[in-house]
């Protein structure tokens, strides 16, 4: 990527209305690496506040499905909606088939609806934070609703939804193994459980066994439920209302400010330990790295002494541009 | 890895979908990132390229070539530079027209080495 | 045994069952060694399913037609009709007609050009009678279209309302339907369809109404070929189909409307593909039959043998037509219809030698419609019934495909049945499995075709380009729907639509209602407005 200016004129583009630009713009941020780092400086400058939604659940659940039932009949309210399709199944060696867009067919070609398919290339970071800088230029861009969507619930995968403001996690009739095994996870995350194919059988034994397991929560952290039959449409009014809820409510207890700084806190850690471990990669692959491990491996020094010694010439630096 | 992302889309409302897909997975098992958007306009297919900002687009063609030629010109009007490459059922004369328009052809009988190797050379892999 | 060549390469059929390289009396197994001595047109009936076998049925020559405006399509069955066909098939335009939309809705309206490429174009009971025009549809057994599971209650009420009006009672109209689900949901997976719990009931009503005002009318017809086209195996289709006839029949059973026996001889028609692999293609058919006899007798106690010997039709492969060097199809369509012959099936229909590149050209219809007259008339595969039986060969691979295919089927159990299968998009990977194997087969060498793998020719001199259709389909299309709209009985066609989709709002056969709706010259697309209304959409497993 370019320098500096130029990624300011292109998020100058991307926040005067070109949708071109910002598609670029998320490119970058999924690349990840410095041209991600130069994106997040560029759009430091931007105002603009958007709010956003995490869907999550295993495969199968019908996330796709509902997220587009959920984009319409937000739409249907007047809100523009952005979505986020994540695939961090995507490895990085090979290619893959991403998201599921057969299912966002009715909102091909809407520009009130901006669909983004997403894979984790980048290194900085993570996924999550891919995302992160993703949904920020979104919010540059004047975006006011941007959902988030992963494919499964694996740790990538909480993590990325749980950036969110609110998380649903989606689940069906008879939960299923992989919910089961993610149960307390899912419990830690989720400010509306969504149960997706409620026409099928089992949902009030799914009810009560969320019930249960919600009831040994926190009384300031209990999820709603909410059942939905989202190939039908059934259920995403009753949806956007919990949504809108749990908005106004963790705004009004401050809570939404709170989880904001500590993603924040997060991001931070995240970023500076990618940062932190890709300095130290580099110093144990020079000179001085290879010579330390010299010493170890002849006994000339032990190897606690050597680590401190190779942190020390990490942190030697008092110009933050040349810190790691 | 080569992080290069393809497009791929059906301009007909013809519902065979065993061509795409063989042709899907063998760019995906390539290392391509491949978004299917199934059945869309030729305006569906541009906004979708924009948003997606992919380097190629795979058109599936199950119908008439002049409907395939205004989704390649609605292409062209908003990025030029994005190569297209398409299947499908393509008669020669339908061929000719669309390689008129600077679109690769890759007709029924076409071997998956050579589709994936006009991937690679037209998202810039050699 | 030798099953390999000397380069490591497995002998095997094309559904991956090895071969020994010559077979002898002790390879068929025991429980199909039984079997051997019954006749053609006796249980199991994998001997065909009539005694006299084409002495004095030969089969149909039934070729699938259609394309323009109604009266093109007309214009082509009836030069089909001319060159012998003794069967026709009235092909609906698909953007139209598997959609249930009318020309202007904006799908449509954004791929005009594509209008009439596949079929004629049929929104009214006027359109439909235009395409009928002078057709022997008292006496010519008649595919009336429909064969996507929500268009054939319009397809078929469409032909019927004309057929009445022209005071040819019900009864007495021979012909078929089709609403097939492989097509439907496996092969061809539209951009909008109903549910499949709403296209059983869809075809459960079909089979009602026909039950009680068609006798002579098949109505509905599983198209194992659409399977086997997108990519199951000899033995899958065959599995696939029957998990299928299964799900039709206890729908029938479940509603207790009609006798279970009358429904199955209902669904007992049905088709297959016939592909290259020409020994195990023909078996399939051998095997099909004694499958669909054992299910019956075993699963319902069904033992009539009016109703057990099912009746096939078969294609040939559209597939295995290729795009490089056509003329060469032409020698395939020859074998693959030959494989149906041997298999003793009712009814043929040769793909055209164009089929990669376009529609069928007149001169590639007339060839399908030779070639089967060739096989008929010159090669006297007629005089004798079942002529592979007793092949040691054959009778051990019939078995192994029965065994094959009963597994298959209760893999499809396992699934939560066909519909299940569906849903889940099971099917559609099992599908694609054997698409990639294929792919992978033609790229090692394996699996050569020729002129397409091997011995390729950059200058065919017979270069084909396909047929063009006609240009004017749209517009009117467009037209014509105008003209409807401007001229029914405005309050009689908005109370016909009213009462549909009150029926279907609730849990009666929506065929009368179907048929008031036509009547009162109701259109397809607001049809399929009620469908999408009442039943909303099915969610398509698959990426496309």
Same mark, same amino acid.
């Given at each position: ?98 998201? @599921? ?17 997403? %894979? ?7 996924? %999550? ?10 919010? %540059? ?17 909480? @993590? ?16 299923? @193994? ?45 999820? %709603? ?44 850690? @995240? ?54 | ?22 042709? !899907? ?14 059945? !869309? ?58 390689? !008129? ?16 190797? !006009? ?8 | ?96 007609? #598997? ?8 799908? &449509?309206?954004?791929?005009?050009? #594509? ?185 319902? #106690? ?70 089967? /007259? ?9 005089? +004798? ?29 396992? /699934? ?18 054997? /698409? ?13 075709? +020729? ?18 259709? &006609? ?31 009150? +029926? ?28 999408? #209304? +009442? ?10």
């Amino acid at each position: 990527m370019a320098g500096p200016d130029a990624m300011a004129e292109l998020v100058a583009e991307a926040v005067g209305g070109s949708r071109s630009a910002l598609a670029r713009l998320i490119s970058v941020a999924e690349r990840g690496g410095e041209g991600s780092a130069a994106l997040e400086a560029a759009l430091l400058p931007c105002r603009g506040e958007s709010y956003s939604i995490g869907i999550t659940g295993a495969p199968g659940a019908g996330k796709s499905t509902l997220a587009s039932a959920l984009t319409t009949e937000l739409q249907t309210a007047g809100e523009r909606v952005a979505l986020l399709a994540v695939d961090p199944s995507s490895p990085l060696t090979r290619g893959a088939i991403l998201g @599921d867009r057969v299912r966002l067919q009715p909102h091909l070609g809407n520009p009130e609806v901006f669909i983004r398919s997403m %894979a984790s290339r980048g290194h900085l970071g993570g996924l %999550a934070m891919a995302t992160c800088t993703a949904r920020r230029v979104l919010e %540059a861009c004047g975006w006011p609703l941007v959902l988030i969507e992963t494919v499964g619930v694996g740790q990538a995968e909480l @993590d990325v939804a749980g950036a969110t403001d609110t998380v649903l996690v989606v689940l069906n009739p008879g939960w299923g @193994d992989e919910m089961q095994a993610n149960k307390a996870g899912l419990m830690e995350i989720a400010d509306i459980f969504v149960i997706n194919k409620a026409d099928r059988q089992g949902l009030e034994a799914t009810r009560r066994d969320l019930e249960a397991a919600i009831a040994a929560n926190a009384p300031t952290r209990r999820p %709603a439920i909410v059942e939905t039959v989202a190939t039908e449409g059934t259920g995403l009014n009753a949806l956007r209302e919990a949504i809108a809820d749990h908005r106004q409510q963790t705004t009004a207890s401050g809570e939404h400010q709170r989880r904001r700084q500590a993603r924040a806190v997060t991001e931070l850690r @995240d970023l500076a330990r990618a940062r932190l471990e890709l300095a130290l990669e580099a110093q144990l692959a020079g000179a001085a790295g290879k010579a330390l491990a010299d010493a170890v491996t002849r006994r000339e020094t032990d190897v606690d002494s050597a680590a401190r010694r190779l942190l020390a010439t990490l942190f030697t630096r008092s110009d933050p541009e040349q810190a790691p | 890895m080569s992080g290069k992302r393809i497009l791929m889309a059906k301009t007909g409302l013809d519902g065979h979908w065993r061509g795409p897909t063989i042709v !899907a997975r063998a760019l995906r098992d390539a290392g391509f990132e491949v978004i299917m958007i199934g059945m !869309a306009r030729p305006e569906e297919v541009v906004q979708a390229c924009v948003d997606e900002d992919v380097d190629l687009v795979g058109l599936n063609i199950g119908g008439h070539i002049d409907v395939a030629v205004r989704a390649v010109t609605a292409l062209r009007e908003e990025r030029p530079e994005l190569p297209v490459f398409c299947g499908g059922v393509v008669p020669p004369h339908a061929k000719r027209k669309l390689e !008129a328009l600077g679109v690769e052809v890759y007709p029924p009988g076409s071997q998956l080495p050579d589709i994936v190797g !006009a991937a690679r050379r037209l998202t810039g892999l050699g | 045994m030798n099953d390999k060549n000397s380069d490591g390469k497995a002998w095997v059929s094309t559904s991956g069952i090895p071969l020994k390289p010559f077979y002898r009396d002790e390879d068929i197994p025991p429980q199909h060694r039984e079997r051997l001595a019954a006749a053609p047109g006796e249980p199991p009936f994998h001997r065909g399913a009539y005694p006299t076998g084409y002495r004095t049925k030969p089969w149909r020559i039934f070729q699938l037609s259609g394309f323009g405006k109604p009266e093109d399509e007309n214009a082509r069955i009836k030069f089909l009709l001319e060159q012998g066909e003794t069967g026709f098939i009235m092909e609906h335009d698909r953007n139209t007609g #598997d959609h249930c939309y009318n020309v202007d809705h904006p799908e &449509v309206v954004a791929r005009r050009e #594509d209008v009439g490429l596949t079929g004629a174009v049929m929104q009214s009971v006027r359109d439909i009678d235009i395409c009928m025009k002078d057709l022997p549809i008292e006496t010519s057994y008649a595919h009336a279209g429909g064969a996507v599971v929500q268009h054939a209650p319009f397809a078929l009420a469409g032909y019927w309302t004309v057929a009445k009006r022209r005071g040819v009672a019900l009864d007495r109209l021979p012909g078929t339907g089709q609403s097939d689900y492989f097509l439907t949901y496996l092969g061809c997976v539209t951009k909008q369809q109903v549910p499949t719990d709403t296209g059983l009931r869809f075809n459960a009503d079909i089979m009602e109404f026909c039950d009680r005002h068609l006798p002579r009318w098949v109505p509905v017809s599983i198209a194992g070929y659409n399977a086997a086209d997108t990519g199951l195996n000899a033995f899958q289709e065959l599995g696939a189909l029957f998990a299928n006839a299964v799900e039709y029949l206890e729908e029938i059973q479940r509603r207790g409307t009609m006798p279970l026996a009358r429904a199955a001889r209902g669904c007992g028609g049905v088709s297959f593909r016939m592909s290259m692999d020409l020994f195990e293609e023909a078996s399939k058919l051998r095997a099909a039959r004694l499958m669909w006899q054992q299910l019956l007798a075993e699963r319902y #106690d069904i033992r009539d043998p009016k109703v057990a010997n099912l009746r096939i039709h078969c294609v040939t492969a559209g597939s295995r037509m290729t795009y490089q060097q056509p003329m060469n199809n032409i020698v395939r369509g020859t074998i693959m219809a030959l494989a149906g012959a041997l298999g003793g099936v009712q009814s043929l229909g040769v793909s055209g030698y164009d089929e990669a590149l376009s529609i069928p050209s007149e001169h590639a219809h007339q060839m399908s419609v030779r070639i089967q /007259q060739i096989l008929q008339e010159e090669t006297n595969v007629s005089a +004798v019934t079942d002529p592979l039986g007793g092949s040691w060969y054959v009778e051990t691979l019939t078995a192994e495909l029965v065994e094959r295919a009963w597994s298959f089927f209760d893999e499809i159990q396992a /699934q939560g049945g066909f519909l299940a299968s569906l849903d889940s998009g099971w099917l559609h990977e099992k599908a694609a499995e054997n /698409q990639h194997r294929e792919f992978m087969a033609q790229e090692t060498g394996e699996q050569v075709i +020729v002129g397409v793998t091997a011995h390729k020719d950059d200058s065919s001199p017979y270069e084909v380009d396909g047929f063009m259709g &006609v240009d004017d389909a749209f517009d009117v299309a467009l037209e014509r729907l105008e003209d409807v709209r401007r001229t029914r009985h405005e309050a009689g066609a908005a109370a016909a639509l009213r009462q549909l989709e009150q +029926v279907c709002r609730g849990s009666d056969n929506i065929m009368p209602a179907m048929m008031d709706a036509l009547d009162a010259e109701v259109t397809l697309g607001e049809i399929g407005d009620v469908w999408r #209304d +009442v039943f909303g959409d099915w969610a398509t497993p698959i990426q496309t």
